[in-house]
């Protein structure tokens, strides 16, 4: 073959993140992309960690749980919060994380956020 990313395929793919046509994907997807908060509040009001419950899920080969655990934003907050440092690629999970808190009742607290980001 003459496709040296097939014939090179162990050598020449790289987890998405060190590419430059990672951003390409996330632009042809619905304008979203899934982030995993580190920690949550309960109904109670006490905080827990989502990531850790994240680990498990996958160490029990959860996975359908572990996805349920990740929360959509829109691209022009991930490039936001990448900015701002609150979000990051955790290269062992294979997932964007992010020190936001998340709670059941009000979601993703974006409320650090400034302004309306499309």
């Known amino acids: 073959m003459c496709n040296s990313t097939i014939n090179q395929f ?18 042809g997807t619905d304008g979203q992309i899934e982030v995993l908060p580190v920690d949550g509040i ?3 009001g006490r905080t827990y960690s989502i990531l850790e419950q994240f680990e498990q899920y996958r160490k029990n080969k959860s996975y359908l749980q ?11 907050q991930w490039r936001k919060l990448l900015n701002e440092g609150t979000i990051r ?5 294979r997932e964007w994380c992010t ?3 998340y709670s059941a009742r009000k979601g993703l607290d974006l ?8």
């Open 66 to 76: 572990a996805k349920e655990l990740l929360v959509p934003i829109r691209i022009g």
């Open 89 to 93: 690629y955790n290269e062992q999970l």
């Open 99 to 101: 020190t936001l808190i």
């Open 111 to 118: 409320s650090q956020q400034i302004g309306n980001i499309l």
């Open 10 to 27: 162990d050598d020449e793919i790289i987890a998405g993140t060190h590419r430059a046509w990672v951003e390409d994907v996330i632009e």
């Open 42 to 44: 309960d109904e109670n």
